[in-house]
């Protein structure tokens, strides 16, 4: 049994919770149900800060729509998870690293990884 990974998946872009949507979202989580460790909850209008300064962050700029957490044996595999996924207009995701007893090592700035 191969050991599984966490993965945030980020959706983007913001579509009305037509009928038809909300169908086919159903259809392709139930489909990978057994990979979900949390089906997530869409977000509403945020905030960017940097250095200071604030942005407004509007549902039809493209920020982050939504999340989910799933399990996948690695980043491929949880790639897979998103094929037919009907939901924004992209999907980004990330590995989940533990903060406590680290046991991934964390990249420096450079990208290398220590």
């Known amino acids: 049994m191969l050991a599984m990974t966490k993965f945030v998946l980020l959706y983007h872009g913001y579509s009305p919770p037509l009928p038809g949507r909300q ?3 159903s259809a392709w989580l139930q489909r990978r149900a057994a990979s979900f460790v949390d ?4 977000f509403g209008p945020g905030r960017l800060v940097t250095n ?10 493209n920020p982050a ?3 989910s957490i799933v399990e996948a044996e690695h980043l491929d595999a949880a790639e897979q ?3 037919g996924c009907p939901i924004g207009d992209s999907v980004s995701f990330y590995e989940v690293w533990p ?3 680290q046991t991934t090592p964390i990249p420096t700035n450079s990208g290398d990884i220590q």
């Open 23 to 25: 169908a086919a979202w």
């Open 52 to 61: 200071g300064r604030t942005f407004e962050l509007s549902l039809m700029s």
């Open 65 to 67: 729509s939504g999340y």
């Open 99 to 101: 903060i406590d007893g």
């Open 81 to 83: 998870l998103l094929e």
């Open 39 to 42: 089906v997530g909850a869409t």
